[in-house]
């Protein structure tokens, strides 16, 4: 029902920067969205959150993130982006996007596939 697609992933130096953007769709029916958020999982480690940001704007980041990277949303473009700064081996994992919304009245989450980033040293 719930389309989840994350974008911009990549290959990048120490130092440098990347943008993720996440758009989300339904075919057929409407959707409202809720939250939207960014999640991390490193091999072998349990998945963590980076980044929410909620309808009314709020935003909470992880403290490995604070002030590297930055969470915002096109309300109109159903799309969610996560601009990261100052990257560091560390934060090579997956990242995935998060969307609660809610369709026929029913409120779920979704996930979408996933993007890798990879940091080099």
């Known amino acids: 029902q719930v389309q989840v697609v994350e974008s911009g992933g990549g290959l ?9 953007s996440c758009a989300a769709s339904a075919s057929g029916t409407s959707i409202s969205i809720y939250a939207m958020g960014w999640y991390r999982q490193a091999p072998g480690k ?4 980076v980044a929410t940001i909620p309808g009314n704007g709020d935003t909470t980041y992880a403290d490995s993130v604070k002030g590297r990277f930055t969470i915002s949303r096109d309300n109109a473009k159903a799309t969610v982006y996560l601009s990261m700064n100052s990257l560091k081996p560390e934060d090579t994992a997956v990242y995935l996007c998060n969307v609660r919304a809610a369709v026929h009245f029913a409120i779920n989450d979704y996930w979408g596939q996933g993007t890798q980033v990879t940091v080099s040293s």
């Open 12 to 20: 990048v130096q120490a130092g440098g920067s990347l943008r993720l």
């Open 46 to 49: 349990q998945r963590e959150l």
